[in-house]
């Protein structure tokens, strides 16, 4: 099974992908992680992205459909993956749904860890004084939940409008909550699968 985890900045992303990917024994693909990977290694899509990643710029799209595409190719993503970061923009997605269409590998489905605007401020903020993120203040966190619902949230749409099952789930409470939600809504979908 292939498929994508998506929240807003602050709504447990890559902490409920651990523990979704560890219960279906599936890989993890981070875009984050992946294009850190690339950067430090050296290798020529490394040197691509590298200054790229400095700067704080974002990534162009081509530059991350080749990054995916090559990850989804290795063996421990052949039994199923789980993407995180990826797609953020419905062109994104239209290119990913090429890639995985070629494979005969189509998206199984999208998990939408659902958090209110107070509580992503909130995350966000002591995550930023933990981690002593200067850069990390209300107008910065503001501005990326802003830009977060602009592009990201019309990508939700385009699932649903390609019959993909869309699981909303309640993000906030602790981690273990969430995560139990998540596998109750995953039940139906891997009996389905087998």
Request: glycine share 10%; hydrophobic share 40%; charged share 30%.
């Amino acid at each position: 099974m292939l498929g994508i985890i998506f929240g807003p900045p602050g709504s447990g992303k890559g902490t409920q992908a651990e523990l979704i990917t560890d219960a279906l024994g599936t890989a993890h693909i981070s875009t984050g992680d992946l294009l850190r990977a690339e950067a430090e290694a050296g290798s020529p899509l490394g040197r691509e992205v590298a200054p790229l990643l400095k700067a704080g710029h974002l990534v162009p799209d081509e530059l991350i459909e080749r990054v995916v595409e090559q990850r989804l190719r290795e063996k421990d993503a052949a039994s199923g993956a789980l993407l995180d970061g990826y797609p953020r923009t419905v062109p994104q997605a239209r290119a990913l749904d090429m890639v995985l269409d070629a494979s005969g590998r189509p998206t199984a489905f999208v998990i939408f860890l659902n958090v209110d605007h107070g509580t992503l401020t909130k995350r966000l903020l002591q995550r930023a004084a933990k981690q002593h993120r200067a850069d990390d203040n209300r107008e910065s966190i503001a501005e990326r939940l802003a830009e977060y619902r602009d592009l990201t949230t019309p990508v939700l749409d385009y699932y649903r409008g390609e019959g993909v099952p869309v699981l909303e789930i309640d993000g906030s409470g602790s981690v273990e909550d969430v995560h139990e939600r998540i596998v109750e809504a995953l039940r139906p979908l891997r009996t389905e699968a087998r």
